[in-house]
C-alpha cells in the first residue's frame, strides 16, 4: 500500500454507515441452486433478518426468496427468485460485481467448492497483490455471482478488516464496477462522511474477463465503513449498466441510520437498513 493511499485512510474522519449486512442475489430458480449452496456449506435461516426489503423493480416480479448464512449463523446473503430474470456478461455490465467473503481455511474451502458442480472455481487460492497476507479464490455461484472467498492472516493497517472464525465466514467486502471512479467514490464518500482511498492494482479476474494483459492495472477505490467492512469500486470500460432483471448480484444492504434505497452512480442497488447493529464480527 502506498504512503499517500495510507495517509488517506489514516486522516478520515469516522464512516456513519456499516457494517454491510447482506447481499441479495438473483436466480431464476430456488429449487434449482439453492441445492448447491447447502452442498458447500451454507446454512439456510427460518428467521427473517432486519434487511433484504427490495426495491419495487424487483420486489414486484419476486416469486419467493431464501436466507443464508456462513459458520456464524448470521445472515448475509438472500436470494431472490424472479423467473423473468435474464443472464448478462457480468464483465461487459458495471453495478454490483462481486462479493468477498472471508474464510479462515480458504485451501481447504476452495477444495470443497471445486467437488460442488454448482460453483466454478476461476483462480486460487493466491496471495492479492495488494498484500501477501491475503488469500483469495475466485469462485462463481449458482446464481451466476462472483465470490472472492478470503483469508485475512493478519491485521492489515491501515484497513479494518475481521478476522475470520469459520470456514465459510460473512460477507465484508461488496465490490462494484464503475465507468467514473471519482464519481462513484463520490457517492460513497458523501454517503459514509468518510474520505475514500483510491490506487491502481492489477485484478486477474477482470483482467481476464475483459481481455486486458495480466500486468494491467485498473483504478481502483475503496470506502471503509463501520464494522470492518468495506466497499470497493473498480474503473472498468464497460458498455452500461446492469440491468435490474438479471441474475446474479441486486443488491447490497448497509446499517444506517435510516431506511432507504438509493441507487449509485453506476445504478446498482443499496438498502440502507436502520436496525440495530450486529454483534462485532
Known amino acids: 500500500m502506498s504512503g499517500q493511499a495510507t495517509d488517506q485512510l489514516q486522516n478520515q474522519s469516522g464512516p456513519q454507515i456499516g457494517p454491510v449486512l447482506g447481499a441479495s442475489v438473483v436466480a431464476r430458480s430456488l429449487d434449482a441452486v439453492l441445492p448447491?449452496?447447502?452442498?458447500?456449506?451454507?446454512?439456510?435461516?427460518?428467521?427473517?433478518?432486519?434487511?433484504?426489503?427490495?426495491?419495487?423493480v424487483l420486489d414486484q416480479p419476486c416469486t419467493g426468496r431464501a436466507w443464508l448464512a456462513g459458520g456464524s449463523g448470521r445472515p448475509w446473503l438472500q436470494l431472490v427468485e424472479i423467473p423473468s430474470a435474464i443472464a448478462v456478461d457480468r464483465y461487459r455490465h458495471t453495478g454490483w460485481f462481486s462479493l468477498e467473503v472471508g474464510s479462515n481455511e480458504v485451501e481447504t474451502l476452495a477444495s470443497v467448492l471445486a467437488g460442488c458442480m454448482g460453483f466454478e472455481i476461476l483462480a486460487g487460492p493466491a496471495p492479492l497483490e495488494v498484500s501477501d497476507d491475503i488469500v483469495a479464490t475466485q469462485v462463481i455461484g449458482p446464481s451466476g455471482e462472483l465470490y472472492y472467498f478470503t483469508q485475512v492472516k493478519r491485521p492489515?493497517?491501515?484497513?479494518?478488516?475481521?478476522?475470520?472464525r469459520h470456514r465459510l465466514d460473512e460477507l465484508f467486502i461488496a465490490v462494484s464496477t464503475a465507468l467514473d471512479l471519482d464519481s462513484a467514490l463520490a457517492f460513497w464518500q458523501s454517503l459514509s462522511g468518510s474520505r475514500g482511498l483510491s490506487l491502481e492494482t492489477?485484478?486477474?479476474?477482470?483482467?481476464?474477463?475483459?481481455?486486458?494483459?495480466?500486468?494491467?492495472?485498473?483504478?481502483v477505490g475503496i470506502a471503509q465503513l463501520a464494522g470492518s467492512t468495506l466497499i470497493e469500486i473498480d474503473q472498468v470500460p464497460a458498455i452500461a449498466p446492469r440491468p435490474a432483471l438479471s441474475q446474479g448480484i441486486a443488491m447490497i444492504?448497509?446499517?444506517?441510520?435510516?431506511?432507504?434505497?438509493?441507487?449509485?452512480s453506476d445504478q446498482e442497488w443499496l438498502e440502507l437498513v436502520a436496525a440495530p447493529s450486529p454483534q462485532p464480527r
Open 36 to 56: 448447491f449452496y447447502l452442498e458447500a456449506g451454507f446454512q439456510r435461516c427460518s428467521a427473517t433478518p432486519p434487511w433484504g426489503r427490495l426495491p419495487p
Open 156 to 164: 492489515l493497517p491501515p484497513f479494518s478488516l475481521p478476522q475470520p
Open 202 to 219: 492489477r485484478i486477474g479476474v477482470l483482467n481476464r474477463g475483459l481481455g486486458l494483459d495480466s500486468a494491467h492495472r485498473l483504478p
Open 253 to 264: 444492504s448497509v446499517a444506517a441510520d435510516k431506511d432507504a434505497h438509493f441507487q449509485g
